[in-house]
């Protein structure tokens, strides 16, 4: 059952029918125990282009998996400088930040239209305990994002600014392929300047970069639009930083 309000309002929809549900939620749960999964996690919120999910110092008391669009979370850098720290797509989870101290420490916001299920953190502990599959299956989430971080640190200490492109854009390719989006073809929906940040590269340096593999002949680009024409060239290119996203 799906219930539709005036925009705005908060939209509901059951976890049993959505089709992200192999990927924020773990496989195994049988009809009975979707539907008491569905009486706890079931409450979902859309946001315009450029709104705040959460900004860092409010309490934290939810984690949100996103059902569609795109977020990206940043901090406040010594110099005064929103530095973009991640960037999130559907069937991925926003929010972990704040489980550790109970008060977000970035800010989550939407780069385009999007929608979000809001998962209360209390009610997510009360059905960890009653389906430990679910619990293991966050645990697993949150190891991810560690993993991630790790990743990003080694790209940040080790690769050459063409190599932090090109392992930017193949990770976002796998990340999109494996939601069942085309791999090869899509839209950036971040920025330049926001990928620059995230790189720790500037924006001249993205730019060029990006026009430099273009010239190779391994990608198409057109203003955010990007084709992988041969995306085994930059997988080759950062061969020996394999794990670094």
């Not at 949100?64 to 797509?89: C, L």
């Not at 645990?139 to 993993?147: F, H, P």
Request: proline content about 2%.
């Amino acid at each position: 059952m799906i219930k539709l309000f005036k925009q705005g309002e908060t939209v509901q929809k059951l976890c049993s029918n959505c089709s992200l549900q192999a990927l924020c939620m773990p496989v195994g749960l049988n009809g009975n125990e979707m539907a008491q999964l569905d009486a706890v996690i079931r409450q979902s919120r859309r946001l315009k282009k450029g709104e705040y999910l959460f900004r860092a110092g409010e309490a934290f008391t939810s984690l949100f998996a996103v059902r569609t669009g795109f977020f990206k979370t940043t901090v406040m850098s010594q110099d005064g400088r929103d530095q973009v720290t991640g960037f999130f797509m559907s069937g991925e989870l926003l929010g972990m930040d704040g489980i550790c101290s109970h008060t977000h420490s970035c800010h989550g916001i939407a780069l385009e239209d999007s929608e979000v299920c809001e998962l209360p953190f209390g009610n997510l502990e009360e059905a960890g305990e009653r389906f430990p599959s679910l619990q293991t299956h966050f645990y697993k989430l949150m190891s991810q994002e560690i993993v991630r971080d790790q990743g990003i640190m080694l790209m940040l200490g080790n690769m050459r600014a063409e190599e932090r492109l090109a392992a930017f854009l193949i990770n976002l390719s796998q990340r999109l392929n494996q939601r069942g989006f085309a791999a090869n073809d899509f839209i950036l929906r971040m920025s330049r300047e926001e990928i620059g940040s995230y790189l720790g590269l500037k924006l001249e340096t993205v730019s060029r970069t990006l026009s430099k593999f273009q010239q190779e002949g391994w990608i198409k680009v057109d203003h955010k639009h990007i084709q992988l024409l041969d995306p085994e060239a930059l997988k080759t290119l950062i061969a020996n930083c394999s794990q670094a996203l």
